[in-house]
């Protein structure tokens, strides 16, 4: 196996595409939202231990750090869900054509941000602000 | 007519047979996932800042009750199923391959039973 052989080109070679950097990140928010579900397993138990366990599970949730998490978490939700739709979409044959692949990826990220944007905006306004 | 060798045949090379369940799964745990996730964080935006006793008589609502259930199902098969197929692309070694996969299924198994049996016992006290 001394003989060099020629190689397809390295992955860090290509120049990331919209396709292959949304692809990557449906991976990634899939990963994210697995932890996501960790807490929300958590928040179940917390509030089947009763009122104490429940408080404590609010107060942790109530940090600056956590609010910046769950941010993180509803635009990974929304984002998984938007793309999801369209590789279900591709599952049944839909939408292979390169300008509409691009065209369906640049609906993902606007949704899933506008939706991100939406879901915040209405807890903001239901606590005045101090979530 | 067959376009496979002999020797292939008899080495059992080729397709293992087992993905078609997997991919027909993911898809159809995704599919329930739509409107249980939708309805789930729609539902949730009104009962987080909530005292804990609404958050309960919430719970206790009986078709909220179910739908969480079917919730943690489909989210729980779809998060192994996804996350089974990281490992296999990203984890190299064998052995932690095995150790890997059987820890996913695991914990996912504990997990869907914690937050069922968690729901249950809020819904039935």
């Keep these: 196996m001394s003989r060099s052989k020629p190689l397809s080109p ?25 932890a996501g579900t960790a807490l929300l397993v958590y928040w179940l138990a917390s509030i089947a231990s009763g009122p104490e366990c429940y408080a404590a599970a609010q107060r942790i949730l109530e940090t600056t750090l956590a609010q910046i998490v769950l941010v993180g978490w509803t635009w990974a939700f929304f984002y998984h869900l938007c793309n999801g739709l369209r590789h279900l979409a591709w599952d049944a044959g839909y939408g292979f054509e390169l300008k509409t692949a691009y065209r369906s990826g640049y609906i993902v990220i ?22 | 007519m067959s376009l496979r060798t002999a020797l292939g045949r008899v080495k059992g090379l080729g397709s293992a047979k087992a993905g078609l369940a997997h991919w027909q799964s993911q898809r159809l745990s995704a599919l329930c996932l739509i409107p249980l ?33 079917a919730l943690v199902l489909a989210l729980l098969r779809h998060l192994q199923l996804g996350l089974q197929v990281v490992l296999e692309d990203y984890v190299h070694s064998p052995i932690l391959q095995i150790a890997s996969q059987v820890l996913l299924r695991g914990g996912a198994g504990i997990g869907a039973l914690i937050a069922i049996f968690s729901i249950l016992k809020i819904a039935l006290a």
Excluded: E, K
């Excluded at chain 1, 606007?110 to 979530?131: H, P, R």
């Excluded at chain 2, 987080?48 to 609404?54: C, I, L, Y």
């Design chain 1, 10 to 34: 390295h992955l860090q070679i290509y120049r990331p595409q919209l396709t292959s950097v949304l692809s990557i990140t449906h991976r990634a928010t899939g990963v994210f939202l697995s």
């Design chain 1, 110 to 131: 606007a949704s899933s941000l506008f939706l991100t944007g939406l879901i915040w905006g209405c807890i903001l306004a239901q606590t005045g602000g101090a979530a």
């Design chain 2, 37 to 69: 996730s939708l309805w789930f964080v729609y539902a949730l935006m009104g009962i987080v800042n909530q005292p804990f006793a609404d958050v309960v008589t919430w719970i206790r609502t009986p078709y909220v009750t179910v739908l969480l259930i």
